[in-house]
């Protein structure tokens, strides 16, 4: 059985080990902060050229869609370009309103698209056809073909958008 000095001791030696541990984490941090406002400016320069680039594909891909008939898409340097079919967006003005146009249009199915809470289901409204959703004051919106620039590795683009998150987090801070 231990005693209250040795618990002391060895409390006093976990309390060490952390403010250790806490002192290179802060060492790291620092590091990190340095690096990311050394190669900040040079990142931001070329998100901007990226832009302006896709800006450019964009436009080329925009003024030749016979290109992308068949296949509707195709990869070249690790980029995916064409067209692709939209998903869409259903939206609505009043979840009471299309709760109520539900019961009303669809009572056989008021369990699959009506959360118990009295609000309509996305998921399960986007199966139904344009016309039922009108019928329910539910618009469709971006349904048809839209041109797609996507890297095939998104890897880059993650860590770009962190960095710049952060950095506009700590300017605004």
Not at 72 to 81: D, M, P
């Amino acid at each position: 059985m231990a005693t209250l000095e040795k618990i002391e001791k060895l409390t006093k030696e976990y309390a060490d080990a952390r403010s250790s541990l806490a002192n290179t984490v802060r060492t790291l941090e620092a590091k990190i902060e340095t690096i990311k406002r050394q190669y900040l400016p040079a990142i931001k320069r070329q998100v901007g050229i990226a832009k302006e680039k896709k800006a450019n594909l964009f436009c080329a891909i925009e003024e030749s869609p016979d290109l992308f008939v068949k296949p509707r898409t195709v990869i070249f340097a690790g980029i995916k370009v064409g067209y692709e079919k939209s998903k869409g967006r259903i939206e609505w003005e009043s979840d009471d309103q299309v709760v109520r146009l539900i019961k009303k249009h669809f009572p056989d199915q008021e369990e699959v698209l009506i959360k118990r809470i009295e609000k309509p289901v996305k998921k399960a409204l986007a199966n139904l056809s344009v016309a039922d959703l009108k019928k329910i004051g539910v618009t469709v919106e971006e349904t048809g073909d839209v041109i797609i620039i996507r890297p095939t590795d998104s890897e880059v683009d993650k860590l770009v958008e962190a960095l710049l998150k952060d950095n506009e987090e700590a300017e605004a801070a």
